[in-house]
């Protein structure tokens, strides 16, 4: 069974840093592309930063651009998300997504979604 597993959460003050992790295990095949969500407060999920596996290009959400950064560790299914100058409007839950996974005995590409870790900024 396939498992996404993220770390790195907290509680952090305004302007301070945090690193999320989120490793893949699991009987992989493939990985379309890998990302992180986020979901505030009432709020809807909304993708926060995205991988892509075979180019490695990216994409940010405008709110976070030029103050996180995603980035992936070579040879193995595990993305990071650098998040510095954070902001009390940052805090939310976030969520890492496999999306286009494939298994050794599928052909389907399918999303997997992993448990989330909550991120708490304080002003």
């Known amino acids: 069974q396939v498992r996404l597993v993220e770390s790195g959460g907290g509680l952090v003050q305004a302007g301070g840093s945090l690193r999320l992790s989120c490793a893949a295990s699991?009987?992989?095949?493939?990985?379309?592309?890998m990302a992180w969500y986020r979901q505030g407060p009432g709020k809807e999920r909304e993708l926060v930063a995205s991988i892509n596996s075979a180019s490695g290009s990216r994409n940010y959400a405008d709110s976070v651009k030029g103050r996180f950064t995603i980035s992936r560790e070579a040879g193995v299914y595990t993305i990071y998300l650098q998040m510095n100058s954070l902001k009390p409007e940052d805090t939310a839950v976030y969520y890492c997504?496999?999306?286009?996974?494939?298994?050794?005995?599928?052909?389907?590409?399918?999303?997997?979604w992993g448990q989330g870790t909550q991120v708490t900024v304080s002003s």
């Open positions: 997504l496999a999306d286009g996974l494939r298994t050794p005995d599928s052909g389907a590409y399918v999303p997997v």
């Open positions: 699991g009987r992989i095949f493939s990985i379309n592309a």
